[in-house]
């Protein structure tokens, strides 16, 4: 089963890697992993996905984590009412008779064209993975490119801010 963990650690150079480190060595795979500033600059916060078996497997990266020094607190979302986006760069190939089409199944998954140039368009789409995913598959028959995708950013929807929780 997929976790969702939001990691509130130190903003120190290093501390990523001590992190995913960590989980590598206990052979747990990290679905996907973001990390960035905080409402407190000396704090990161990382949100990352882990595949785990059960909740006890998930417990032990849990308990592994919270050795860190530089780790402030560990959230685990999973369970919680909360909101979750991936943001994804989709480049496609949009030769001028397929255009309108394109533009038509990017406005009804409410993303934006981001580029465009003779051969090709770049999508920007914000959302849930499951609707990332339905767009991509739809633009296969038009040619993907390349895809970029950030993974699960996730906050809780408790008035409670995470380090406090």
């Given amino acids: 089963m997929k976790y969702t963990l939001a990691v509130l650690v130190e903003n120190k150079p290093g501390v990523l890697t001590h992190i995913s480190g960590l989980i590598s060595r206990r052979a747990f795979n990290i679905e996907s992993l973001i990390a960035g500033y905080t409402e407190e600059k000396d704090m990161t916060r990382i949100t990352m996905v882990v595949e785990a078996g059960d909740e006890c497997e998930l417990e032990q990266v849990i308990n ?18 909360r909101i979750h986006r991936e943001l994804a760069l989709i480049k ?30 770049i999508i920007e789409l914000t959302g849930e993975e499951s609707k990332i995913d ?20 996730a906050i809780s929807r408790a008035p409670t801010p995470a380090k406090e929780m």
């Fill in 92 to 121: 496609v190939t949009a030769p001028p008779a397929r255009r309108a089409e394109i533009v038509n199944i990017v406005e009804i998954f409410r993303a934006h064209i981001v580029d465009v140039n003779k051969e090709t368009m």
């Fill in 134 to 153: 339905a767009m991509c598959e739809l633009f296969e028959d038009y040619g993907i490119k390349e895809i970029v995708r950030t993974g699960r950013v």
């Fill in 64 to 81: 592994q984590l919270s050795k860190l020094i530089d780790v402030i607190k560990i959230i685990d979302l999973t369970g919680q009412d």
